[in-house]
């Protein structure tokens, strides 16, 4: 059975940084995607960034530039630095693994970050 565990959620201003992490048990880490989604009050949950288990990525238009996913197979753990956050960036995040192009067959609890003004 897959577990994802998130950490390194919390409060920072406007135009700081955090770096989430996303310890995984079980052995498929290495073998499948990796994503990170995202969940606003009142808002649907956002595909913010994925990387193959190749080392590919890509993001969602509104974290491009800003965001950066990665991950170390050899730790079973991924990553997703954040930097220049806006209030806007408030939400609970989570991490993902999947097969499919979404890489979203399991998900972590997820870690609230909040950004303020």
């Known amino acids: 059975q897959v577990q994802l565990v998130e950490s390194g959620g919390g409060l920072v201003q406007a135009g700081g940084s955090l770096r989430l992490s996303c310890a995984a048990s079980g052995s498929i880490f290495s073998r499948i995607a990796m994503g990170w989604y995202r969940q606003a009050p009142g808002k649907e949950r956002e595909l913010l960034a994925i990387?193959?288990?190749?080392?590919?990525?890509s993001y969602a238009d509104s974290v491009k530039g800003r965001f950066t996913i990665s991950r170390d197979n050899a730790k079973n753990t991924g990553y997703l630095e954040m930097n220049s956050l806006k209030p806007e960036d408030t939400a609970v995040y989570y991490c993902t693994l999947g097969i499919g192009v979404r890489a979203n067959d399991y998900w972590g609890q997820g870690t609230q970050v909040t950004v303020s003004s």
């Open positions: 990387i193959t288990s190749r080392g590919s990525t």
